[in-house]
């Protein structure tokens, strides 16, 4: 049978038994639609939380614990020192090591007329962070490190330093530049979902973001607004200028660059509090490579600070399967329908298929049309089902941005369609509605003609 003839019969067949295939195309639709539906919502929740909220491709390691420390039991958990650096750097498939160090030592900061109208006060909560973890990144107007090396003009008032920006630290009458830091977006989502609704302020988007590079504040370290203070008496105020935001900053508080914590530290703590690190990031080139990361830390005496990304993927994945099995369920329920339609379809046109194989049809060509039959039933049910799972997920949105109150890092939409998975769930509707007509097809392809002819 010439393809044309073939491709004219199906339309027809599908034209004459339209009332008796729409069931079935609603059935394939409904399928392809929660199949899609909730693999889009599986890939949207997938990117939001491990791709912006926890990030898979690092993994942040840290002194283990211990519950004692006695000479009898040895020394104690082992340091994070630069030789335990080296040692994760040399790993197969670690990119880069960005050593840490929180603060040892309470200081608090004040600031923010410009913007708030008032000053606002806070406990500092920050860590030192190797600028070299982010010298990919581009912040200003000052850079991401140590500014206070070189010599220092002697002063008595800011109007005393002639450099741009420079400023009089009162404690040592020294020109000094702004303590660079950079904060988490982390941070950024917390204010606009819980500080800024709160006080009738602005959300700050990514526009307004870039804007609060240069915005300086008072830093004053070793006091406290909540009465502790460091073993030093003395306490010093620096002034401290926001250069930028990065996703490898401290999730809750400020990232100086490393020199200055460990200078503070062993000053405001003793030398011992700058001798180690507090954990280190190490960020690998390929995903798969964390598991054996994180196993050769282990090894070396180490933790693995638990950051909950993995309970995370492993609900998502499960959350998503369990979805994926219900739209399966629709699908073969679907499947058996279409077998039930076309066993029926088969049993009333056995007559027409045996003219048909008299005229000189053979068994090829009977089964080649009722599988084209089907394959049309899926690429129609497969195409409504995908537009469906799109205006649902859009009204899913929509919703969503109306109703649901703002929540860190909430997205504007909740799905990702991706071509490549949406063109594979269309085939697999046709192949669904391919299978389902198999045995049918076959039934109709053993049909003995004179049999067929004779029967009423």
């Known amino acids: 049978m010439r393809r044309d003839a073939w491709l004219k019969l199906v339309v027809q067949n ?45 993994i942040e390691i840290e002194p283990a614990k211990a519950s004692f420390d006695l000479p009898l039991f040895g020394s104690g958990p082992r340091p994070i020192g630069d030789d335990v650096v080296r040692e994760l750097a040399a790993l197969p498939g670690v990119r880069s090591v960005a050593p840490r160090m929180r603060l ?44 206070e090396s070189g010599p220092h003009e ?4 800011d109007g005393d330093c002639k450099q741009p920006g420079e400023y009089c630290a009162w404690d040592v009458h020294q020109c000094q530049r702004p303590v660079p830091v950079i904060i988490s977006r982390v941070l950024l989502e917390l204010y606009n979902s819980g500080f800024a609704p709160a006080h009738g302020l602005p959300r700050v988007g990514d526009l ?83 598991t054996g990361i994180a196993a050769a830390a282990r090894a070396l005496g180490l933790a693995i600070v638990d950051t909950g990304a993995e309970r995370a993927g492993v609900a998502i994945t499960l959350i998503g399967l369990l979805f994926v099995l219900v739209s399966l369920a629709i699908l073969a329920v679907a499947a058996l329908n279409i077998a039930h339609t076309f066993f029926r379809a088969v049993a009333e046109r056995r007559r027409e298929i045996g003219v048909m194989r008299a005229v000189g049809a053979s068994r090829r060509d009977i089964h080649r049309l009722l599988l084209g039959e089907a394959a ?62 198999l045995l049918p097809a076959a039934a109709a392809a053993r049909v003995d003609p004179s049999a067929a002819l004779a029967s009423r």
């Open 14 to 58: 599908l034209r004459r038994s339209r009332r008796e295939f729409v069931l079935s195309i609603f059935g394939i639709a409904l399928g392809i639609a929660a199949l899609s539906f909730f693999i889009a919502l599986a890939a949207g929740v997938r990117e939001t939380v491990l791709g912006r909220v926890f990030h898979i491709d690092r």
């Open 104 to 147: 040892a030592f309470p200081a608090k900061a004040w600031g923010g007329a410009q913007l708030f109208g008032t000053n606002r006060f806070a406990e500092v909560l920050g860590e030192g962070l190797d600028p070299a973890a982010v010298a990919s990144e581009r912040f200003g107007p000052e850079p991401f490190a140590d500014l």
């Open 154 to 157: 002697v002063c008595n008032a």
């Open 208 to 290: 307004l973001a870039s804007r609060f590079r240069g915005f300086t504040f008072t830093v004053e370290l070793g006091a406290s607004f909540l009465g502790a203070s460091a073993a030093r008496s003395v306490s010093r105020q620096r002034r401290v200028m926001l250069v930028g935001i990065s996703d490898r900053a401290m999730p809750v508080g400020v990232s100086f660059p490393l020199p200055y914590v460990q200078r503070w530290n062993a000053e405001y703590a003793g030398t011992m509090a700058a001798a180690g690190y507090s954990s280190v990031t190490v960020e690998v080139a390929d995903k798969g490579a964390i």
């Open 376 to 437: 049309a039933i899926g690429a129609v049910g497969g195409a409504l089902g995908l537009a469906a799972a799109f205006a649902a997920a859009r009204l899913a949105d929509w919703a969503a941005a109306r109703f649901v109150p703002e929540f860190p890092f909430k997205p504007d939409t909740f799905f990702h369609f991706s071509p490549i998975t949406s063109g594979a769930i269309w085939g697999f509707a046709v192949l669904t509605c391919l299978m389902g007509a």
